[in-house]
């Protein structure tokens, strides 16, 4: 049987291809196994370099930054890891759980089927994108709860030590760190919606990871061109370390309010492409 609309009867798209069964789907594929493992043992493997070398390094290093302090407190060894893999390594996790969602469907063969189930595009869209988000910002705060959790065990749960000798205290620092993770999540959201619609463009997933990563790689080396002046700015990778103004005291809000701005405003463009490109897409695989 058929509605007065052409569908069948009880079909509602907004209940088909639910968030939750997306997630599962996504969390029983080995890559997405694989990144939560990287992210659990990376804080270990950080403690295990930092206990084998890091006072030597401290001693022949005489410039003051997150390394030096990283021993300090489990806080301190938070901040470290953070600066450690937001330069690249959470760049290419984004990258990954974004440009891998669409574009793996398609190189499957099963994009087409999902669409005749049929899912609406533009559900299956947002779907995967919310997917996608969720798995990201997940991976993250799990880098960060480990690290926490690992540095304490390693080093204390104290206050933290910033590289210019200013305290902050416990309570204080746990919602900077807060902030800190909230922003960082805003920054890769970049990275995350280029890769998604290159994800539209193109049925190969490395193509997508690989065209987001190399893109963020060539502005960030950009960004150290000083002729270009204000323009670099205006990058999606501007204000990149915006985050470690939180350190601060009292906060320089100023670079961390127009990196959220921008880093919104570029994510919103990027989706905005890949909605537009797949809804005219021929999608054959």
Request: glycine share 10%; aromatic share 10%.
């Amino acid at each position: 049987m058929t509605s007065s609309t052409g569908a069948a009867a009880g079909y509602r798209p907004e209940r088909t291809l639910r968030l939750g069964v997306e997630l599962r789907r996504q969390f029983k594929r080995r890559r997405t196994i694989g990144v939560l493992v990287l992210m659990a043992v990376l804080p270990l493997v950080l403690i295990g370099a930092l206990a084998l070398g890091g006072a030597e390094e401290a001693e022949a290093n005489s410039r003051v930054n997150l390394v030096d302090v990283a021993t300090a407190s489990g806080l301190n060894l938070t901040l470290f890891v953070l600066f450690a893999t937001s330069g690249f390594f959470l760049v290419v996790v984004f990258a990954l759980f974004f440009g891998d969602t669409v574009a793996s469907e398609a190189s499957w063969g099963s994009l087409r089927y999902a669409l005749a189930t049929p899912v609406p595009r533009a559900r299956l869209l947002r779907q995967k994108w919310l997917a996608a988000l969720v798995m990201s910002v997940g991976a993250m705060v799990l880098l960060v709860v480990v690290a926490v959790v690992a540095g304490g065990i390693a080093y204390g749960f104290g206050d933290v030590q910033t590289p210019v000798g200013i305290g902050l205290e416990q309570r204080t620092a746990l919602v900077r760190l807060a902030g800190m993770v909230g922003f960082l999540a805003v920054h890769l959201l970049v990275v995350g919606t280029l890769a998604f619609w290159l994800s539209t463009v193109t049925d190969a997933p490395l193509a997508a990871v690989g065209g987001a990563v190399f893109t963020t790689v060539v502005f960030a080396v950009l960004e150290a061109v000083e002729q270009l002046g204000d323009i670099r700015d205006w990058f999606p990778t501007a204000f990149s370390l915006a985050w470690t103004d939180l350190l601060q005291t009292p906060v320089d809000s100023g670079d961390l309010f127009r990196g959220v701005v921008q880093g919104l405003a570029w994510s919103a463009l990027f989706t905005a492409l890949a909605f537009r490109h797949f809804a005219r897409k021929d999608v054959t695989s």
